[in-house]
């Protein structure tokens, strides 16, 4: 194993390599409905929701809709998905309740130990399409022990533009090259890597469900492949 | 004793409120000054440099200088002062390494623990004049449980500015009712009640050296009016 990149700073994708935004919501949905007596296809429901993700966000960085934070872009999808899925009775503040969803997703079951490991010898935080209040909110939930939230809402773009990347690097008075962007998805990776960020890899093979077909393994040379957040910290010395 | 009020975050100046910055830089210079053979008088030193923090700031404020970071004034304060000392010999890294102990500065005995307990109930973070490097540098050396770190700088505005309080309340999704501004300063509880935040006062009758005679006790009836950081999280419920 060659030594690791002289690092000073580990930025994170959180959605999906942090925490399992599926089988969260998929969960507490299911639960949720439940106790409601609200039956739907939950399941169907949340990979629509995240279907509906990237679109949205393209529309903001194509300057067809202004700055629009993620909570409002996730809101605004849901209310159409309650429609197409023909879910009756929900009140606005049960859309609140469905939306905040994203605050409280859990981690994978080795983010917090590898993390709490990375953290001792680095300063790490999220780099994430999630805003402030909703990556701070998550955070203090799962427990993930943050340095810094760099959220892309700070930039006011959104990931992969290269201010987000940039951005994080120039607030921490770093060169992109001492800078590192973990991430379970080799896009992430491919522009962080063109703004001159080191790269981590690990994947996270269920994130889509099972039969997952993206992202399952290291499509290019990243500085850092690993199996896991653990198999990250240990392969950079923590 | 009457409740605390219904607040979900606190917000902390850190510069003498959270951190004694007083105090760390005079010991560390003069520990410096010492292996390097540097005679100095360390003490005023600092307490120019600290002189020089506000009129720096305020040529920002007033638009005489585009928006600069804290450690760029820091640094251009200091500069000037090595020269008015007649301090000869520093070369361009020893300025950086002295620049950089204001990453350093070491928690009043209090802070630490009283930051954890609060840190169970609320969000907490700095909402500092201090840039995010250097906050987030200072948090690692000194172990501050921040949630969130909000350096002025995510707002190109410094304190008092109401963009700080009211940007901070913005990016945590809250009203500003819904915040407290903690300070030892009476100045920045005035600006944040006027934004509309709730207010907790604790003092620190020495951050400036003996002697000092301003910010000794609460100047106004705010909110929450304490002893220290341990006494500010009793009254708050933790």
Redesign the interface.
Known sequence: MSAPPDVAAILFDTFGSVVDWRGSLIDELTAWGQGRGIAADWARLVDAWRAGYAPAMDRVRRGELPWTRQ?DLHRATLVRLVGEFGIAGLSEADLDHINRGWHRLRPWPDSVAGLTRLRRRY?IGPLSNG???LL??M??SAGLPW???F?T??FRHYKPDPETYLGACD????PPARVMMAAAHNGDLHAARACGLRTGFFPRPTEYGPGQVCDCAAEEAWDVVATDMSDLAGRLGC
């Open positions: 909570d300063i805003n402030v209040a701070v909110n955070a203090k340095d810094m939230v959220a809402e700070l607030l921490l008075g770093l």
